[in-house]
């Protein structure tokens, strides 16, 4: 299921660097979603939009910013990455209310 | 407040026995539950949703609205079982909120 596609998978960089996570998709879907995945900690909510014109902040949105260039584009940036960025990144989509979200493979982001 | 517990981080089993993980969910409205299955190193994908009372790779969930509970459960364990799992809420907000996983590992 290669339709929510992630680039880069792994990225190692600098504290103070800024950082760009893409996502793109091919199913057509309108919502897309930013998580973060931590060991012990689960997966939390940074972002989400449900259209061109709308985003909305999640459960942990400090430090970080989107853009949703297109319906099928939403990116995730950090402007000034510090070391507790580092995680695992999913971007996820779904059609519509209540259904289930479809994941992408994830960015391993390191920060030194 | 949408709130889900995943009592158990880690659960190991042997294959052929029977293995439950457990989900318990805050919420006051009715729900849209789900569970997610992470095999090392890949995506998350769906596994169930409790209102299509399916079953998936021999895995049932049924909601429990008396004890607000979702567990996850099959009858005999494959060590391709061996996974992480995640129960997720989806109530009257357009989030997802995840519990902190439970990682199943299914000895031979």
């Known amino acids: 299921d290669a339709d929510v596609t992630q680039t880069p998978r792994n990225r190692i960089t600098k504290t103070g660097k800024r950082i760009m996570l893409e996502c793109s998709q091919t199913k057509g879907h309108d919502r897309m979603y930013w998580y973060r995945q931590d060991p012990g900690l689960g997966l939390r909510l940074i972002y989400y939009s449900f259209d061109v014109k709308d985003i909305n902040k999640g459960e942990i949105s400090d430090g970080y910013s989107v853009s949703r260039q297109a319906q099928a584009k939403f990116s995730l940036s950090l402007e000034s990455a510090i070391p507790n960025q580092t995680a695992l990144y999913f971007c996820a989509t779904s059609d519509r209310h209540k259904q289930p979200q479809h994941f992408g493979d994830g960015t391993r982001l390191s920060i030194l | 407040a949408q709130r889900v517990t995943q009592p158990e981080k880690l659960l190991s089993v042997f294959k052929g026995a029977p293995v439950e993980l457990k989900c318990n969910y805050s919420y006051s409205g009715s729900p849209e539950l789900f569970w997610y299955v992470q095999y090392s190193r890949q995506r998350l994908q769906l596994l169930l949703r409790?209102?299509s009372r399916e079953s998936i790779k021999g895995f049932t969930a049924d909601l429990n609205k008396g004890e607000t509970s979702f567990h996850l459960k099959k009858p005999f364990a494959q060590e391709e079982d061996s996974a992480m799992y995640y129960c997720a809420l989806q109530g009257g907000s357009e989030k997802l909120v995840f519990g902190k996983g439970t990682k199943l590992t299914v000895n031979p």
């Open positions: 409790h209102i």
